[in-house]
């Protein structure tokens, strides 16, 4: 990895959890940071929580799935900052919803905020890090749930995921010939407040068409999200995995078999062998005695 002393990186979602934790590590490497968010308030405290630790820190209230918003924050960085060296698509909300019963509102938010959100930054960005002659990288937050499937009524949420993954895989192959790097960052639990994300649901989602948080649910997703792992320590994997050039950057090692085993079932239905639920079923038993995968 090139010095980062100097360079810029552009962070959604930065005014807290991963986000935040990510412009710390950037900024404990010399880079100017800018951070978007939805939370205006929020937003404004992280940077000055950047500035009083000498930082070099800007602020861009920005919703990602607002896409004339966007183009006007992209033009104003690229005008102000020129085209970054690192453009992180972090910002993402847990929303929720079964494929069998989710309503339209949850499939719209969460569609828009997962993928459409990190689309809109990688189409407003990256031709002009490209342009630049910048051996940059773009870094996309996905889940552990893109990698696997979760059976306890997260389908929407998991399927966004699965897009994130798919799309930086695919990234990173047109990347190459430009000499930059494209990673996708999948975590198990994580200490972040991504229990709370209806906070940030805009009103065109909230006339009733989408599915309420289980308030019981949400608790016992805090508690087990409070005991997660420390977002600044993902962070510092994250740079450790792009130092190495890593693809894709895995902090939570315990659902290895749950990813083979959703690759024996594909690889035996390539194989013409009869299908099976065995395994699925088996997994999807085991992570519902694991934590959720946010």
């Known amino acids: 990895m090139d010095n980062l002393d100097g360079m810029t990186a ?3 979602g930065g005014a807290s959890g991963i986000g935040f934790a990510l412009a710390k590590e950037c ?9 978007a968010d939805i939370e205006a308030a929020e937003l404004e405290t992280a940077r000055a929580k950047l500035e009083a630790q000498g930082a070099r820190a800007f602020a861009y209230r920005l919703d990602v799935s607002d896409k004339d918003q966007y183009r006007e924050v992209a033009a104003a960085v690229l005008a102000e900052h020129g085209a970054p060296y690192m453009l992180f698509n972090n ?3 847990g929303g929720g919803g079964s494929a069998a019963l989710g309503k339209i509102g949850d499939w719209e938010w969460t569609v828009q905020v997962n993928i459409l959100g990190v689309a809109y930054g990688l189409s407003l960005f990256v031709p002009a890090m490209i342009e630049s002659g910048q051996r940059g990288y773009v870094v996309n937050t996905a889940s552990l749930a893109g990698l696997i499937t979760a059976p306890f009524g997260m389908a929407i949420y998991t399927m966004t995921k699965h897009a994130v993954v798919s799309l930086t895989e695919s ?3 047109e990347l190459r ?8 960052i999948c975590p198990g639990r994580v200490s972040t407040r991504i229990y709370a994300d209806d906070r940030n649901r ?3 989602h909230r006339d009733g068409d989408f599915t309420p948080r289980d308030p019981a649910l949400r608790d016992v997703s805090k508690a087990m999200l409070a005991d997660g792992l420390p977002p600044e320590e993902l962070a510092a994997r994250t740079f450790v995995a792009l130092e190495e050039r890593r693809t894709y950057v895995i902090t939570h090692s ?8 959703r690759h024996r079932q594909i690889e035996a239905a390539m194989r013409g062998e009869p299908d099976t639920d065995a395994d699925i079923i088996a997994l999807g038993q085991a992570e519902r005695r694991l934590e959720p995968l946010l």
Do not use: N
């Open 254 to 261: 315990e659902y290895r078999e749950s990813v083979a085993a």
């Open 177 to 184: 010939e430009h000499d930059m790097h494209a990673a996708v």
């Open 91 to 93: 910002a993402g909300v």
């Open 171 to 173: 990234l990173a192959h």
């Open 202 to 204: 805009p009103g065109a």
């Open 27 to 35: 900024a404990s490497r010399g880079m100017t940071v800018l951070l």
């Open 10 to 12: 552009f962070i959604t």
